[in-house]
């Protein structure tokens, strides 16, 4: 069984921060990519940003230059730096991993709970 856990969500006012937090546990052999994915009311889901365990990146074109995603390859964690925040950056966060269980297993995807964002003054 293999678990996404995210924390740090909440409620800020517009040009504040948040940090947000995503552990994977359980059963893991490795993790490719590992990110963020956000939906708003009415929206479909978007991809905010990901990282390669190799280190590269990709970000939403709306998020570039205010949000930072960095991870642990060792403790299996994803972190989401949202500075700036925008009212239109309101939505449903979710962590979002491709997990080899075992060595010699095909990667699958998984979700986490979702944390809410809410940017409002």
């Known amino acids: 069984q293999v678990q996404l856990v995210e924390s740090g969500g909440g409620l800020v006012h517009p040009g504040g921060s948040l940090r947000l937090s995503c552990e994977a546990s359980g059963s893991i052999f490795s993790i490719n990519a590992m990110g963020w994915y956000r939906q708003a009311p009415g929206k479909q889901r978007e991809l905010v940003a990901t990282r390669l365990s190799g280190g590269s990146t990709d970000y939403a074109d709306s998020v570039k230059g205010r949000f930072t995603i960095s991870r642990n390859n060792a403790k299996n964690t994803v972190t989401l730096q949202m500075n700036s925040l925008e009212p239109e950056d309101t939505a449903v966060y979710y962590c979002?991993?491709?997990?080899?269980?075992?060595?010699?297993?095909?990667?699958?995807?998984?979700w986490g709970q979702g944390t809410q964002v809410t940017v409002s003054s």
């Open positions: 979002n991993a491709d997990i080899k269980r075992l060595s010699y297993t095909r990667s699958q995807n998984y």
